[in-house]
């Protein structure tokens, strides 16, 4: 088969593209390479650099595609706060323009990477695909606009659809931006570093981690099989971890001592994610094979600071 996938030197978008062309499938890359590293992608990768937005270098790219992976984005909770009409222009305008040069050309399927962030606070926990989202953020009220969207329109115009809500992924090479870090790799650096681990509140709040290649391999089970036409399927590891259980589980790996500071708890997101994952055990023969703790350990193996102190 011949992919595109937007987004394609990103966290996820480079071992999904890594493993496409492993398996024998050509594929195409696009990234405008504001965050996006072109040195994790195989050579095998046909990776152009461009914007979402731009339909011409669209309608090229998507020339004998046979499915599309739609991961470009802004991903940065705080910054969306800031900037959300740059969010509304990149994640809700980007995905319009993709279905609209899909449309076009004739590409029948696309698989879109939600986030699980479109829930918000949710009383009942796991989470089902069912419950009606609360998104608490510009970014998650992008993602959630995104996959209006992509429903929508792939029902009028007859395009295969499957929308994969992602919760909190993780792993080697993790983007660590300046503010704002995701948990698990601030967690690591300060680890590393000796430094100062800082926890928001009693670290109680809790979140659903998913080791990057669990959600690779949910990504390339959904452009091939069947029976998942405008489906939406949680990818997460079913589990809930709190702040807390990180950062003991990152010292004990690391063999690091760092200094824990609680400080006062601001309303930065839900206090409670975990993955009701049925629905991808039943249509992508999802199982996460990668614990948490075997998890951490491969990540922190990849940072020449671990080997340092080990």
């Known amino acids: 088969m011949r992919f595109l996938i937007t987004g394609a030197?990103?966290?996820?978008?480079?071992?999904?593209?890594?493993?496409?062309?492993?398996d024998g499938h050509s594929v195409v890359g696009l990234d405008d390479?504001?965050?996006?590293?072109?040195?994790?992608?195989?050579?095998?990768?046909?990776?152009?650099?461009?914007?979402?937005?731009?339909?011409?270098?669209?309608?090229?790219?998507?020339?004998?595609?046979?499915?599309?992976?739609?991961?470009?984005?802004?991903?940065?909770?705080?910054?969306?706060?800031?900037?959300?009409?740059?969010?509304?222009?990149?994640?809700?305008g980007g995905t319009v323009t993709l279905m609209e040069a899909m449309r076009d050309v004739g590409v029948k399927r696309v698989v879109f990477i939600s986030s699980g962030s479109i829930?918000?606070?949710?009383?009942?926990?796991?989470?089902k695909e069912t419950l009606r989202p609360q998104p608490r953020s510009p970014y998650a009220v992008s993602k959630l606009a995104a996959e209006y969207y992509i429903r929508t329109i792939g029902e009028l115009w007859k395009i295969e659809t499957v929308i994969l809500r992602v919760f909190n992924a993780y792993g080697p090479e993790q983007r660590l931006p300046p503010a704002h870090a995701p948990v698990i790799p601030y967690c690591i650096k300060q680890a590393l570093d000796n430094g100062t681990i800082v926890i928001h509140g009693e670290g109680k709040q809790t979140?659903?981690?998913?080791?990057?290649?669990?959600?690779?391999?949910?990504?390339?089970?959904a452009s091939s099989v069947s029976d998942v036409n405008r489906l939406i399927i949680n990818v997460g590891s079913g589990r809930e971890t709190s702040v807390n259980e990180i950062?003991?589980?990152?010292?004990?790996?690391?063999?690091?001592?760092?200094?824990?500071?609680?400080n006062q708890h601001h309303d930065s997101g839900p206090s409670r994610m975990c993955a009701d994952i049925s629905l991808a055990q039943k249509k992508l023969g999802y199982r996460p094979s990668v614990s948490l703790r075997e998890g951490l350990l491969k990540t922190m193996q990849q940072d020449k600071r671990f080997h340092e102190k080990n």
């Not at 030197?9 to 492993?22: D, T, W, Y």
């Not at 990776?47 to 270098?57: E, Q």
């Open 247 to 262: 950062v003991r589980l990152v010292t004990e790996l690391s063999g690091t001592k760092p200094e824990i500071v609680h």
């Open 207 to 221: 979140r659903d981690y998913v080791f990057m290649d669990d959600v690779v391999n949910a990504a390339i089970r």
């Open 9 to 22: 030197a990103g966290f996820l978008g480079a071992p999904l593209a890594n493993s496409l062309v492993s």
């Open 119 to 127: 829930y918000g606070n949710q009383h009942n926990q796991p989470m």
């Open 33 to 92: 390479l504001s965050t996006g590293d072109p040195d994790r992608l195989s050579s095998d990768v046909h990776l152009v650099r461009g914007d979402i937005n731009d339909r011409p270098k669209l309608w090229t790219l998507l020339q004998g595609v046979d499915c599309v992976y739609h991961l470009a984005a802004r991903v940065i909770v705080p910054e969306s706060v800031l900037y959300p009409r740059e969010y509304n222009l990149v994640n809700v």
